[in-house]
């Protein structure tokens, strides 16, 4: 099925441990994100890559990097994870920046102890 | 900076029911609203996309009007069922092309 796809679903990390989310994407949309939900706290956007080529910062993004490998990847990493990191991670795209629908991936559920 | 509100936080009606779901905004600069799904432990499914010039969409069941000038959006359901149950998020893009959500609204239909 075309859409968004994350791995891993679930991970448990230690304090200061590093890890990468992957997302990948099949539609051939231009920009994608990565959001984090908490509860009561609605989705947060992280970072987020707009074309192939560039990424830009969005409303959390310390503790965070990103990699717009290529037009279908978008990996988010956690160079050394803290308990406030613990959330759900979305990864999402669009066509375009901006002005169309997001479709979003399932989601991976990170836990930092 | 854009802020999006969305209240209740939670709702429970029973089945049949007609209800409303409501979102506000801060700043009216914005490109586009939109209601999305979010069923538990999944991601999000967009329902309706109102874009800045709209006053309305419908779909089925749901109609989201925009009204842009005072900051608010309504999510209307007719005929609630119990598949309806879900959260619901609406987000703005913002100036910037970025999307900014409210915190949702739990929503238990009642059999």
């Known amino acids: 099925n075309a859409g968004v796809t994350q791995t891993p679903k679930f991970q448990v990390l230690k304090t200061g441990q590093s890890m990468t989310l992957q997302c990948a994407q099949d539609?051939?949309?231009?920009?994608m994100y990565w959001y984090r939900q908490d509860p009561g706290m609605g989705l947060r956007l992280i970072y987020y890559?707009?074309?192939?080529?560039?990424?830009d910062k969005g409303e959390v993004p310390n503790g965070y990097n990103v990699s717009r490998l290529n037009k279908r990847e978008f990996s988010l990493r956690l160079e050394s994870a803290a308990p406030s990191q613990t959330s759900v991670y979305f990864c999402?795209?669009?066509?375009?920046?901006?002005?169309?629908?997001?479709?979003f991936g399932a989601g991976s559920r990170l836990t930092v102890l | 900076k854009q802020e999006v509100t969305q209240i209740p936080a939670a709702l429970s009606v029973p089945e049949g029911e007609n209800l409303v779901l409501n979102c506000s905004f801060t700043?009216?600069?914005?490109?586009?609203l939109q209601w999305f799904r979010q069923d538990p432990g999944k991601g999000l499914t967009s329902l309706l996309l109102?874009?800045?010039?709209?006053r309305e969409q419908t779909s089925g069941r749901l109609n989201a009007s925009l009204d842009k000038s005072s900051g608010r959006s309504t999510l209307y359901i007719a005929a609630s069922q119990p598949g309806d149950s879900a959260t619901y998020l609406c987000?703005?893009?913002?100036?910037?092309?970025?999307?900014?959500f409210g915190s949702g609204t739990r929503l238990l239909v009642r059999p």
């Open positions: 999402a795209s669009s066509e375009n920046l901006g002005a169309n629908v997001l479709t």
């Open positions: 539609m051939n949309h231009n920009s």
């Open positions: 890559s707009a074309s192939e080529g560039t990424t």
């Open positions: 700043d009216s600069a914005i490109y586009n």
């Open positions: 109102i874009q800045s010039s709209q």
């Open positions: 987000a703005v893009t913002d100036s910037s092309y970025k999307l900014i």
